[in-house]
């Protein structure tokens, strides 16, 4: 209901697009940057060619064929026409930003009612390397790029709304279909279901970008606390020992102390093997 209740007031106030945040999420001091990159990333993905309103990158827009692969495209300049309502791309051809969640996977060809093309980022030294990812209930895929590899992609089976960029025709979109079309899962399953477009749901433009940008925040303590919720199966339980935000390398929460007190010899949850202490 929190989303329903987020996408009412968004309306309401006909906000042009807002961040929603989970009260226990975490993320990286470098976030400034990481959401930039992120911006030019996105525009790759659903702005139109220059001087062309119909054409764009990704040879499979606005949907995969059978058979076809996905292209991986790198930050450039120029690739795209420039948005003039949103650093993300114009706010009309966007719904959703999942910028925070559990897991999720890149979307195939055979889901047939979506383009599949990637925008990697290689060498980003905020994204920690392959051994110490944690995909959660997502798949494996990204752990077939080289280490300190970030991939934005359009959404596909997301689970969780720790994170989300939303605009005002996301908003009015998520509103029908929570509160008008039907209310018959947990707020983040039925985000799910309009990005996927399935479970007889409309289908949004929802992005994501994985590792994600922003992860739960798990602090010393039962574990019991920090979620009443069931994931992967299972319940949370036991003891949390020590504090982490998993993917999350200068978390801000754990260099909170560091980051209001202007130093700059950040905690690094997940070190390369040749990086000094």
């Not at 007889?200 to 925040?217: E, K, M, N, Y």
């Not at 303590?221 to 935000?245: L, P």
């Amino acid at each position: 209901m929190h989303g329903k209740l987020t996408a009412t007031s968004i309306v309401e106030q006909n906000t042009a697009s807002a961040l929603v945040l989970e009260d226990d999420v975490d993320w990286d001091v470098r976030i400034k940057s990481q959401m930039e990159t992120f911006a030019e990333a996105s525009r790759l993905l659903i702005q139109p060619l220059p001087g062309n309103s119909t054409g764009f990158l990704d040879p499979t827009y606005p949907a995969a064929m059978r058979g076809d692969r996905p292209s991986d495209f790198t930050i450039g300049e120029n690739m795209t026409s420039v948005p003039t309502s949103s650093p993300y791309g114009d706010l009309n051809r966007w719904d959703l930003l999942w910028l925070g969640h559990c897991g999720a996977r890149f979307p195939y060809a055979s889901d047939k009612n979506v383009p599949i093309g990637r925008v990697v980022i290689q060498n980003d030294t905020t994204v920690p390397a392959i051994q110490y990812l944690d995909m959660g209930v997502g798949d494996s895929q990204l752990l077939r790029y080289p280490s300190h590899t970030r991939i934005i992609s359009r959404a596909r089976v997301n689970s969780c709304s720790l994170a989300y960029g939303i605009s005002q025709q996301g908003a009015r979109r998520m509103l029908y279909e929570l509160g008008i079309h039907k209310l018959d899962a947990p707020a983040d399953i039925m985000y799910r279901s309009v990005c996927d477009g399935v479970e007889g749901r409309g289908h949004a433009t929802c992005l994501s970008v994985q590792p994600q940008l922003f992860q739960h925040h798990q602090p010393i303590g039962s574990r019991r606390a920090q979620s009443d919720i069931t994931v992967g199966g299972r319940k949370y339980s036991g003891y949390q020992q020590k504090a982490v935000t998993t993917n999350i390398r200068w978390s801000i929460r754990l260099n909170l102390p560091k980051f209001v007190n202007g130093e700059t010899d950040y905690l690094d949850q997940f070190p390369d093997a040749n990086s000094t202490p």
